[in-house]
């Protein structure tokens, strides 16, 4: 078979969920099926990393689609004739973005449709793309694929897809993602903390993410608990960061928070090893891999009660509501101070990681790609 596969997001340095998920599972696919022709279509140059067989073509494909006017002109114009040409049996993409003005079978992977939900936290231009194009890539798939069951939930019920045209595809983790030991676990924080316990936040800086109301929530929790404790935020301003300057410039407590930007797999590894607990309180996740990552490091988990969470974290989390700054408040004081706790919750999330592997999520993402083929 012949499979052309969107690759924008496999970018040296930048991989973000999608596109971890893209860089893990294709890896997989393309090195278990050698029998089969892969076409990674690239928006721009590309690392030869990303080229994990010699069963994959890299063709870049210009202009850079990194704005919904580019989107529009790559994938309604630049795609279709390409794919065309190479006589590809399916097109498969990864971020969820299809070509209306292909003829092409099509698996498209729709990660979450949180731009419904929560459309006044994008800018205009891609809120309306959004909401425009990916109602009509879903009904144009031949199949859809998801990474949750609250996810293909949202998708039946509000872009009327037949369940049994949607499979569930749960992320993984890295394997880099382990505990470490005591001493190591000392040396972290000295590098990052001055040797202070921290909370961590990982997750790019939009409105979506909720990070002002957890900067505020641990203003309370160090007002009601005064300690040498942190908070690590980790990663990159995305947009609209407006309400996170807000929030930090009425903090009590600002020194206490440290931005370090994004970091690579090892050294988020270690600092999420070292920290008291993950705080993800989210107003919305489609999976949430940050969860699955920090679990797996022996590392508890603050997170909402909403969408894909309690899904994925199980009872291995504390559970706080997003919209309410005291409740995440209290979740902080009471991780921070109940051992016990603690250590019941990190013994319920290494039977939760069992779960999960990028080798389950390849080994379902191959048979959708199969079934969306037989169709």
Not at 124 to 149: C, D, G, M
Not at 194 to 211: A, E, Q, T, W, Y
Not at 215 to 230: E, H, R, T, V
């Amino acid at each position: 078979m012949k499979i052309a596969i969107n690759t924008r997001l496999l970018i040296n340095n930048k991989l973000d969920g999608i596109g971890w998920f893209s860089f893990e599972t294709l890896k997989r696919i393309t090195q278990n099926h050698p029998e089969h022709q892969f076409y990674f279509l690239f928006d721009r140059p590309f690392g030869k990393e990303f080229i994990f067989s010699s069963n994959i073509e890299p063709i870049v494909i210009g202009p850079p689609a990194r704005h919904p006017v580019l989107w529009y002109l790559w994938f309604e114009h630049r795609l279709p004739g390409i794919i065309s040409k190479l006589g590809a049996d399916l097109f498969v993409s990864p971020d969820g973005y299809l070509s209306l003005n292909s003829k092409i079978p099509s698996l498209a992977v729709i990660h979450d449709i949180n731009f419904l939900h929560f459309p006044e936290d994008l800018p205009w231009s891609s809120r309306w793309f959004y909401n425009y194009y990916f109602p009509r890539y879903a009904q144009k798939a031949t199949r859809l694929a998801t990474v949750s069951e609250y996810s293909k939930n949202d998708l039946v019920k509000n872009y009327h897809i037949r369940p049994d045209n949607i499979d569930v595809l749960y992320n993984g983790y890295n394997e880099v993602y382990q505990p470490i030991n005591e001493k190591d676990n000392l040396k972290v924080k000295e590098r990052y903390t001055n040797g202070c316990d921290f909370f961590i936040f990982i997750g790019s800086l939009h409105p979506r993410k909720n990070v002002a109301n957890m900067l505020k929530a641990f203003d309370k929790f160090k007002q009601a608990q005064p300690s040498k404790i942190k908070f690590v935020i980790v990663g990159e301003h995305f947009f609209k960061t407006r309400d996170i300057k807000n929030a930090l410039d009425l903090m009590h407590y600002k020194e206490d928070v440290l931005f370090v930007g994004r970091q690579e797999p090892v050294q988020l590894r270690d600092l999420l090893a070292s920290a008291i607990s993950l705080v993800l309180v989210s107003k919305f996740e489609g999976f949430g891999i940050p969860v699955i990552e920090s679990l797996k490091c022996n590392t508890p988990v603050i997170v909402s009660n909403v969408t894909s969470l309690p899904e994925v974290a199980g009872n291995a989390a504390i559970y706080a509501e997003h919209n309410s700054v005291d409740s995440i408040a209290n979740a902080m004081l009471k991780m921070a101070a109940d051992k016990s706790l603690r250590k019941k919750l990190i013994e319920n999330g290494r039977l939760i990681c069992q779960k999960y592997s990028w080798d389950k999520t390849a080994s379902l993402f191959w048979e959708s790609i199969v079934k969306a083929i037989n169709a």
